[in-house]
């Protein structure tokens, strides 16, 4: 199993950026995705896309293009979520997942909480 | 877009009871559905992939089947461990959608 780590909790302004970072550790970060989701208060898991650990191609959800970026570093097995022009209902957990092959989430990190308010 | 759509919202039951959670989705595919646990404050868990696949670690109470285009959790003999929010997702097609989730309370 992996191991994910997440950066600390966020409170940005609207129109701010954020970018949230996900330390792994205990598998070969090239050869796994890792996806981002989050979770709004309140409300359900919502997908927002993932990066390839190998060659870093994005595939993120329509609803965000645009606005996310993620990216990696593989030299530290990290993968980053920016997220820009933020919003008020951009508040959230924000949650880094390892993809398998087939596509679902074996682990989780344990969330970063971003809160966006004037 | 694949759309599912998970029922009931919430469920209250005992230690000990069977419970059982539905995820109906717009269009057929394969078994490429997961089910998740979600408590406060932790990081969501795994439970079943690929329609009945059973996570390394989870308790076989924990059982998944598929029918078509019907998936669904059943828990067998609750344990307080258990309750927490279940949240399907299919993974056969992105976008990735995820069902509203269950929320499983002690009554």
């Known amino acids: 199993q992996g191991h994910l780590v997440q950066s600390g909790s966020e409170v940005k302004k609207p129109g701010a950026s954020v970018k949230v970072s996900c330390k792994t550790s205990?598998?070969?970060?090239?050869?796994?995705?890792i996806s981002w989701v989050r979770q709004a208060p309140g409300q359900g898991l919502e997908w927002m896309g993932w990066?390839?650990?190998?060659?870093?191609?994005?595939t993120p959800t329509q609803g965000l293009q645009g606005r996310v970026s993620m990216t990696t570093d593989t030299s530290t097995s990290t993968a980053y979520m920016q997220l820009t022009d933020l919003r008020s209902d951009d508040t959230a957990i924000y949650y880094c997942?390892?993809?398998?092959?087939?596509?679902?989430?074996?682990?989780w990190g344990q969330g970063t909480l971003v809160t966006v308010s004037s | 877009d694949i759309q599912i759509t998970q029922s009931p919202s919430s469920l209250s039951a005992s230690v000990g009871d069977r419970v059982t959670m539905t995820c109906r989705a717009s269009q057929g595919f394969s078994e490429a559905l997961a089910w998740y646990q979600v408590k406060p404050g932790k990081a969501p868990k795994l439970v079943v992939f690929a329609g009945s696949r059973l996570e390394d670690g989870v308790p076989s109470r924990f059982t998944g089947s598929a029918s078509g285009t019907e998936f669904t959790l059943t828990i067998n003999s609750l344990q307080p461990e258990d309750f927490a929010t279940y949240y399907c997702q299919q993974y056969y097609t992105s976008p990735y959608s995820f069902g509203q989730g269950t929320k499983l309370e002690i009554k």
């Open positions: 997942a390892r993809r398998t092959f087939l596509g679902y989430l074996d682990s």
């Open positions: 205990g598998f070969t970060f090239a050869s796994y995705s």
């Open positions: 990066v390839s650990g190998y060659n870093s191609v994005t």
